[in-house]
């Protein structure tokens, strides 16, 4: 990530020329296109049902359902990465997900229970981690050792770009005469999906993506618990790392932040800029705002190397925080539509643009024996840390999102949290 927009093209497109990557590319952009599709149908159901009226506490359950199972799971499913074949992981995965994706489509047209409907959508996210999981581990084996880096960069915001391709799709799909109910429809279009990303898996040659096993495959259970183990070692080695340790507590503290200005542009389209019972132009504009966001997480990628060019990783991070504060404010407390998607976008910047910064903060501070436990611990605060947000936003955000006592604590919360960033990260010789 972090490469200007032309020279990002250009790399995608020499990557692509190699064949064996090129699949693998394929796979990942068409499951994550999936995924969009998937989650639009999920959104217009399960947070702008007219029969819902769904407020912070039914977001925070959805975004939990969402979450959670890739901060459970993550630390957990190298292990079997390294035991089963992934080019075989990749296409059941999508296979076998398919299926809790059409169980949902099925509860949905059935008006089955939410704790089936929570179920099934679980299930289908658990084997989406593993999903991805796959794909990140099977990319050594489809490029050159000296583009790795370069295709760990590249690959991710595909797939993001993907995603935010299939919101877009779905969105679209919501307009088509179906002749069903409009998420159902979405649904078996997404399950459909993924039953094409199966297929263009099993156009990998099967030993191609590994693992290699030449010795007597890991025993399951003694792994496990040495993940736990390796999860411990991992915070007492950041205690000794002051750098990547603050740079996680910055990423988590904005985190919190972000998701309680989620949980409440949620609720602003749902409930204040539109009508309640208007389903279609609600999920529509929060569509768009999702996807100026996402505009803003692609300029970070070309803001932030230019950034570096005049200041440091430290300055950079301050003046994100500083940005998000400023326009969460204004424009983003006018609570008109054209100044909440300007501050999406700014927002959109800050979010990843820190995260470039303390991706590139933990690899180079931290050993690298311990980089992939540590990066594990990340992925959980990363994402546990926003799901809190959202369960706090059950309490303090109302059921249409306008509060300017929110909007000002979370304006103080990136504030303060750049301040005291500034103060704990000053250079004593040169840390940053």
Known sequence: MGRPAVSFFGDLGRLLRSGRFRRLFAVRITSQCGDGIFQVALASYVLFSPERQPDAAAIAVALAAVLLPFSLLGPFVGVFLDRWNRRQILALSNLVRAVPVLATAGLVAGGGSD???FVVVILALSINRFLLAGLSAS??????????????????????????????????????????????????????????????????????????????????????????????????????????????????????????STVATILLYRNYFNDPADTDAGLAGLSIAVLVSGVGFVSAAVLTPLAMRWMSQRTWIVSLLAGAAIFEVFPGGLYTVPGLLVAAFVLGISAQGVKICVDTLVQMHVDDAFRGRVFSIYDVIFNVVFVTAAAVGAVVVPSDGKSYAVLAAIALGYALTGLAYAGASLPRRAQV
């Open 139 to 260: 990319l050594p084996r489809v490029v050159e050792s000296d583009d790795l880096l370069l295709a760990n960069s590249i690959t991710p915001t595909s797939g993001t770009m993907a995603f935010i391709v299939g919101l877009a799709l779905g969105t679209g799909l919501r307009r088509l005469p179906w002749g069903v109910d409009h998420d159902v429809a979405i649904i078996i279009v997404a399950a459909g999906v993924y039953v094409v990303a199966a297929g263009l898996a099993l156009r990998i040659p099967h030993h191609l993506l590994g693992p290699d096993l030449a010795a007597a495959p890991p025993q399951i259970g003694p792994e496990l618990r040495q993940v736990v183990r390796g999860l411990v070692a991992g915070l007492r080695h950041l205690r000794g790392r002051p750098v990547a340790a603050r740079a996680l507590a910055v990423i988590g503290a904005h985190r919190f932040f972000y998701g309680l």
């Open 115 to 117: 704790a089936a409907l």
